[in-house]
């Protein structure tokens, strides 16, 4: 079962969104902030897949916190999002998906990833 870190300050779409995921079968953590998925990353070698949300509060947003991801843990597949403007540039190998989002893709997208584990 691969394991999904989401990464969203609102708490009422990550609790729904994890759930859809845990319900389609991944594994999910969830946290809050930037700062708060470094240290689950640092402390875990079992993250498959980093979902994010750009906008969040601390020293860090989403993309930074991608960039980070992939230049220390490289074999992590990402995903980033907002409901803003596409962001011009993401980290290789990533992929966008625009809020809102239906569930059923973003799901198809990480499970796509998985399969190229």
């Known amino acids: 079962m691969p394991t999904v870190l989401v990464v969203e300050d609102e708490t009422l779409i990550r609790d729904l969104v994890s759930e859809e995921l845990s319900d389609a079968g991944f594994e999910v953590l969830q946290v809050g902030n930037a700062s708060q998925a470094i240290a689950v990353l640092e402390a875990r070698q079992d993250i498959h897949l980093l979902f994010t949300d750009i906008d969040m509060p601390g020293s860090m947003d989403g993309l930074k916190l991608a960039a980070a991801v992939r230049d220390r843990w490289p074999p992590v597949h990402i995903i980033i999002t907002t409901g803003k403007a596409r962001p011009m540039t993401i980290p290789a190998n ?6 809102p989002y239906l569930t059923r893709a973003l799901v198809s997208a990480m499970r796509t990833f998985d399969n190229m584990r």
């Not at 990533?94 to 809020?99: E, N, Q, R, V």
């Open 94 to 99: 990533a992929l966008f998906i625009p809020k």
